[in-house]
C-alpha cells in the first residue's frame, strides 16, 4: 500500500477536553486540560467581577471559561505551527 493510501483512509480521533472551574468571591478561576491522545495542553486563566457588575456566577464562569479557551486554541495553534517547522526540517525517505 502506498503513503498516500494510508493517508486516505478515514479515521477518527477522540480529544478530550476538561474544564474546572474555581469561584472564590468575585474571580472565577479556570484550569482547561486539553487531552489529544499525542499530547496534553493546558490553560489557567480568570475572571473578575467589575464592582458595579450586579453579581451573576454564570457571567463569570462563561467569560474566564471562554478565555481558557481562547488560550487553549492559541497554544494549539503554536504547537502545529513548530510541529510543521519540525516536519520541514525533517529528511523524508
Same mark, same amino acid.
Given at each position: 500500500?502506498?503513503?498516500? %493510501?494510508?493517508?486516505? $483512509? +478515514? !479515521?477518527?480521533? *477522540?480529544?478530550?477536553? !476538561?474544564?474546572? &472551574?474555581?469561584? $472564590?468571591?468575585?474571580?472565577?478561576?479556570? *484550569? %482547561?486540560? &486539553?487531552?489529544? #491522545?499525542?499530547?496534553? &495542553?493546558?490553560? !489557567?486563566?480568570?475572571?473578575?467581577?467589575? +464592582?458595579?457588575?450586579? +453579581?451573576v456566577p454564570e457571567? #463569570?464562569?462563561?467569560f474566564a471559561a #471562554?478565555? %481558557?479557551?481562547?488560550?487553549? #486554541? *492559541?497554544?494549539? &495553534?503554536? %504547537?502545529g505551527t513548530i510541529?510543521?517547522?519540525?516536519?520541514?526540517?525533517? +529528511?523524508?525517505?
Amino acid at each position: 500500500m502506498t503513503q498516500n %493510501a494510508i493517508d486516505d $483512509e +478515514p !479515521r477518527t480521533k *477522540h480529544w478530550t477536553l !476538561r474544564l474546572d &472551574l474555581f469561584e $472564590e468571591g468575585d474571580l472565577t478561576k479556570v *484550569h %482547561a486540560v &486539553l487531552d489529544t #491522545g499525542d499530547s496534553i &495542553l493546558e490553560s !489557567r486563566t480568570e475572571a473578575r467581577r467589575s +464592582p458595579r457588575d450586579t +453579581p451573576v456566577p454564570e457571567i #463569570g464562569d462563561e467569560f474566564a471559561a #471562554g478565555r %481558557a479557551l481562547v488560550d487553549l #486554541g *492559541h497554544r494549539l &495553534l503554536r %504547537a502545529g505551527t513548530i510541529d510543521s517547522s519540525a516536519e520541514e526540517r525533517t +529528511p523524508h525517505t
